[in-house]
């Protein structure tokens, strides 16, 4: 263990997950290491084809020259729920690049956000100091920018996951992107229903100061009203318990005109969406969500939501080590170009979304099992 891992673990309370965790045969900053020789992942049909190439192509360029060790960080909002599968991803890259480096994030969802984002600067600062060249991180958003830009502004190439700061001087975003999940979401809904008028409930948000969960409704919002329904956003809310919300779905879906004919939920607590449904005696109208939160299968495998739409959560975590290899083998530009297929406007790299079915659970959950990363 690192001498910043065991900072960060007395001072923070953080639990630390390693992948190559500065052991005495763990080569560091400018020790020449082996070729990347990484394992091709089975066959499958969640497999993303293109996602897995262009990881092949990045380290069949990468091997070209000469491989060099690196030290890195990746700093999550949790290593538990959504973020496991992450997490996962992130170490079994770091372990295959044979970096020294660490995964450290909190294990519970305890701590308010300003307490968690002071943190996560804090850990940025650390990480800087401990002579850390790469930096990948889930930020809570802008109160994190002036670290992260203090770190790059020292050397260290930043590259965000999850979450994005777009104004800040991160190199790339690596995850989801929000505007064209929520239209995706939306487009699987629409299919489900007969023709227009109707309305669509959307469980998302209208709050700007959520950026991710804004853009994604946004999206949401303009599929459906380009195929001539009447979209309608029931807040998620998340400060309160599963009646509470349900009771506002209730309220948006009984008061809709005209009359409610779908419901789409965009983030990890759209199972509620058949509650709401419930409480507005409407138990069959179709529902597609979003995540792959057990409740949200519970009510798949009852046929209740008809789809979800998930991350790609290992995908996120598994690429950024090696984007942060990439932009220091490579330089910016180069693994840019690299990147290409998956490149989304200049600085963002998509990992896409899962569309699954209702029925295609099992066959989902086996492929999550290859890769070690179920939810």
Same mark, same amino acid.
């Given at each position: 263990?690192?001498?910043?891992?065991? #900072?960060?673990?007395?001072?923070?309370?953080?639990?630390?997950?390693?992948?190559?965790?500065?052991?005495?045969?763990?080569?560091?900053?400018?020790?020449?290491?082996?070729?990347?020789?990484?394992?091709? =992942?089975?066959?499958?049909?969640?497999?993303?084809?293109?996602?897995?190439?262009?990881?092949?192509? &990045?380290?069949?360029?990468?091997?070209?020259?000469?491989?060099?060790?690196?030290?890195?960080?990746?700093?999550?909002?949790?290593?538990?729920?959504?973020?496991?599968?992450?997490?996962?991803?992130?170490?079994?890259?770091?372990? /295959?690049?044979?970096?020294?480096?660490? $995964?450290?994030?909190? !294990?519970?969802?305890?701590?308010?956000?300003?307490?968690?984002?002071?943190?996560?600067?804090?850990?940025?600062?650390?990480?800087?100091?401990?002579?850390?060249?790469?930096?990948?991180?889930?930020?809570?958003?802008?109160?994190?920018?002036?670290?992260?830009?203090?770190?790059?502004?020292?050397?260290?190439?930043?590259?965000?996951?999850?979450?994005?700061?777009?104004? @800040?001087?991160? @190199?790339?975003?690596?995850?989801?992107?929000?505007?064209?999940?929520?239209?995706?979401? +939306?487009? !699987?809904?629409? +299919?489900?229903?007969?023709?227009?008028?109707?309305?669509?409930?959307?469980?998302? =948000?209208?709050?700007?100061?959520? *950026?991710?969960?804004?853009?994604?409704?946004?999206?949401?919002?303009?599929?459906?009203?380009?195929?001539?329904?009447?979209?309608?956003?029931?807040? +998620?809310?998340?400060? &309160?318990?599963?009646?509470?919300?349900?009771?506002?779905?209730?309220?948006?879906?009984?008061?809709?005109?005209?009359?409610?004919?779908?419901?789409?939920? &965009?983030?990890?607590? @759209?199972?509620? #969406?058949?509650?709401?449904?419930?409480?507005?005696?409407?138990?069959? *109208?179709?529902?597609?969500?979003?995540?792959?939160?057990?409740?949200? $299968?519970?009510?798949?495998?009852?046929?209740?939501?008809?789809?979800?739409?998930?991350?790609?959560?290992?995908?996120?975590?598994?690429? *950024?080590?090696? $984007?942060?290899?990439?932009?220091?083998?490579?330089? &910016? /530009?180069?693994?840019? /170009?690299?990147?290409?297929?998956?490149?989304?406007?200049? @600085?963002?790299?998509?990992?896409?979304?899962?569309?699954?079915?209702?029925?295609?659970?099992?066959?989902?959950?086996?492929?999550?099992?290859?890769?070690?990363?179920?939810?």
């Amino acid at each position: 263990m690192t001498t910043v891992g065991r #900072c960060w673990m007395a001072v923070f309370g953080l639990i630390m997950t390693t992948a190559a965790c500065g052991s005495s045969d763990t080569p560091g900053a400018g020790t020449k290491v082996p070729r990347i020789d990484r394992a091709p =992942t089975p066959e499958n049909e969640f497999r993303p084809k293109q996602l897995e190439a262009t990881v092949d192509n &990045l380290i069949a360029r990468v091997n070209e020259g000469t491989v060099d060790g690196m030290q890195m960080v990746v700093l999550l909002k949790n290593l538990t729920s959504f973020f496991a599968p992450i997490a996962t991803g992130a170490n079994r890259a770091m372990g /295959e690049l044979e970096v020294t480096g660490n $995964v450290l994030g909190p !294990t519970d969802q305890s701590t308010d956000t300003t307490t968690s984002q002071d943190i996560q600067n804090q850990q940025i600062k650390q990480a800087v100091v401990d002579g850390a060249e790469g930096i990948g991180i889930s930020p809570y958003g802008d109160m994190n920018g002036a670290a992260m830009d203090e770190a790059v502004d020292e050397g260290v190439h930043v590259v965000t996951l999850d979450g994005d700061v777009p104004t @800040s001087k991160r @190199s790339l975003y690596v995850g989801t992107v929000n505007e064209v999940a929520g239209a995706t979401a +939306a487009k !699987t809904l629409l +299919a489900m229903l007969p023709p227009p008028p109707g309305t669509v409930v959307i469980h998302g =948000t209208e709050n700007l100061t959520w *950026v991710d969960g804004y853009k994604r409704t946004q999206g949401a919002q303009k599929a459906i009203e380009e195929a001539g329904y009447t979209p309608r956003v029931s807040e +998620a809310h998340y400060e &309160l318990d599963d009646g509470l919300d349900a009771e506002w779905l209730r309220s948006r879906i009984v008061s809709a005109d005209p009359p409610a004919l779908g419901i789409v939920g &965009l983030f990890d607590i @759209s199972y509620r #969406c058949v509650m709401g449904a419930d409480a507005a005696g409407v138990p069959d *109208v179709p529902i597609v969500t979003f995540d792959f939160d057990p409740r949200t $299968v519970d009510y798949m495998r009852q046929e209740r939501i008809k789809a979800t739409h998930t991350q790609r959560q290992y995908y996120q975590g598994y690429l *950024v080590p090696y $984007v942060l290899y990439g932009i220091k083998t490579l330089g &910016l /530009e180069g693994a840019k /170009e690299i990147l290409a297929p998956l490149m989304d406007g200049d @600085s963002t790299v998509n990992t896409g979304i899962d569309v699954v079915r209702w029925d295609k659970i099992d066959d989902y959950n086996n492929f999550l099992d290859t890769i070690g990363a179920m939810q």
